[in-house]
């Protein structure tokens, strides 16, 4: 959420990544689990860093030649500061004997499945995003302006049963579970808590035709942590086909999780909108938050 509104915002760095490197994004907490060849490619370089005990987190930004050398390892947000990097980076490589150097192809062999997932056979892909919406004091920095501004973003996954009960006119209540659980978290500021089971005390939500209305709320037994609100949408069909999915939660939440520090104090106004993909953004393919290591549990839920 933060690096896109400050790192990859930076028009410069944007250039350089695309004229000179071979980008990618990945969640490394996959990563550094996957028993298969991608993931012994990312330990490979990762390890060469400060961050090499792979049963702790390795979030940062890396650069490494193809043969798996570690040119660079940063975790710092300042679009200044990354971008000097990155150039320092690639004048090594170019005086390096990489630069020339012949490398083999990895055979990828067998994917780890638990942590490389896949879109279910016939399913569908719901974008999500979330915004706190006011109660912020007002920023005395430009990082609180990020962070206060910023969007969450997230997938939810459906099956093509669950797909296919929507064109029927059903509203599945594992759709609905799976909604409240994994998708009505607070990830505009890292990476949130999700609800357990036992947290979700109102998910009431019918469908009429076409519309969705109905209320949910979520709270930890504490009530350090909570949301309820209102929801909102609409199920589109065209000759039986799904053609759009829209929902809107628009309510209160109250506290934060252990990575999403420096909400709001008390209540703040807070909401999540879902609409379904196209599949034109590559971003369509990231597997949901929620489901990280345990896809099956992410999507049986009752």
Same mark, same amino acid.
């Given at each position: 959420?933060?690096?896109?509104?400050?790192?990859?915002?930076?028009? %410069?760095?944007?250039?350089?990544?695309? &004229?000179?490197?071979?980008?990618?994004?990945?969640? !490394?907490?996959?990563?550094?689990? !996957?028993?298969? &060849? %991608?993931? %012994?490619?990312?330990?490979?370089?990762?390890?060469?860093?400060?961050?090499? @005990?792979?049963? !702790?987190?390795? *979030?940062?930004?890396?650069?490494?030649?193809?043969?798996? %050398?570690?040119?660079?390892?940063?975790?710092?947000?300042?679009?200044?500061?990354?971008?000097?990097?990155?150039?320092?980076?690639?004048? +090594?490589?170019?005086?390096?004997? #990489?630069?020339?150097?012949?490398?083999?192809?990895?055979?990828?062999? *067998?994917?780890?499945?638990?942590?490389?997932?896949?879109?279910?056979?016939?399913?569908?892909?719901?974008?999500?995003?979330? +915004?706190?919406?006011?109660?912020?004091?007002?920023?005395?920095?430009?990082?609180?302006?990020?962070? *206060?501004?910023?969007?969450?973003?997230?997938?939810?996954?459906?099956? +093509?049963?669950?797909?296919? &009960?929507?064109?029927?006119?059903?509203?599945? /209540?594992?759709?609905?579970?799976?909604?409240?659980?994994?998708?009505?978290?607070?990830?505009?500021?890292? /990476?949130?808590?999700?609800?357990?089971?036992?947290?979700? +005390?109102?998910?009431?939500?019918?469908? @009429?035709?076409?519309?969705?209305?109905?209320?949910?709320?979520?709270?930890?037994?504490?009530? #350090?942590?909570?949301?309820? #609100?209102?929801?909102?949408?609409?199920?589109?069909?065209?000759? $039986?086909?799904?053609? =759009?999915?829209?929902?809107?939660?628009?309510?209160?939440?109250? =506290?934060?999780? !252990?990575?999403?520090?420096? &909400?709001?104090? $008390?209540?703040?106004?807070?909401?999540?909108?879902?609409?379904?993909?196209?599949?034109?953004?590559? #971003?369509?393919?990231?597997?949901? *938050?929620?489901?990280?290591?345990?896809?099956?549990?992410?999507?049986?839920?009752?």
């Amino acid at each position: 959420m933060l690096d896109r509104e400050s790192t990859f915002a930076d028009a %410069e760095l944007v250039r350089m990544l695309r &004229a000179d490197f071979v980008p990618v994004a990945i969640d !490394q907490a996959c990563q550094r689990r !996957q028993q298969d &060849a %991608e993931g %012994e490619f990312y330990r490979r370089f990762s390890g060469q860093s400060p961050r090499h @005990d792979f049963s !702790q987190t390795t *979030q940062g930004f890396y650069v490494a030649t193809a043969a798996g %050398e570690l040119l660079l390892y940063n975790n710092n947000r300042d679009p200044a500061k990354v971008r000097r990097l990155v150039a320092e980076a690639l004048t +090594k490589f170019r005086a390096s004997d #990489a630069a020339t150097a012949d490398v083999a192809a990895i055979e990828p062999g *067998q994917r780890d499945r638990q942590h490389h997932q896949t879109l279910p056979e016939g399913g569908a892909v719901v974008r999500v995003h979330s +915004k706190v919406l006011g109660g912020y004091a007002p920023a005395e920095n430009e990082w609180q302006r990020l962070m *206060q501004r910023a969007i969450g973003r997230d997938n939810l996954w459906l099956t +093509k049963a669950e797909r296919d &009960a929507l064109v029927r006119g059903e509203l599945p /209540e594992t759709v609905l579970r799976r909604i409240a659980r994994f998708h009505l978290v607070d990830n505009t500021r890292g /990476e949130p808590p999700m609800w357990n089971d036992d947290e979700v +005390k109102v998910l009431d939500v019918q469908r @009429d035709g076409d519309a969705i209305v109905g209320t949910v709320s979520l709270a930890t037994k504490d009530g #350090a942590r909570s949301f309820r #609100a209102g929801l909102s949408g609409k199920v589109t069909v065209i000759k $039986g086909e799904l053609t =759009g999915f829209e929902l809107v939660a628009d309510g209160i939440f109250v =506290g934060e999780g !252990q990575y999403t520090r420096h &909400a709001p104090p $008390g209540e703040f106004p807070f909401a999540v909108w879902l609409t379904l993909a196209d599949g034109k953004d590559v #971003a369509d393919t990231v597997p949901p *938050q929620g489901a990280r290591g345990w896809l099956d549990g992410y999507l049986r839920l009752r």
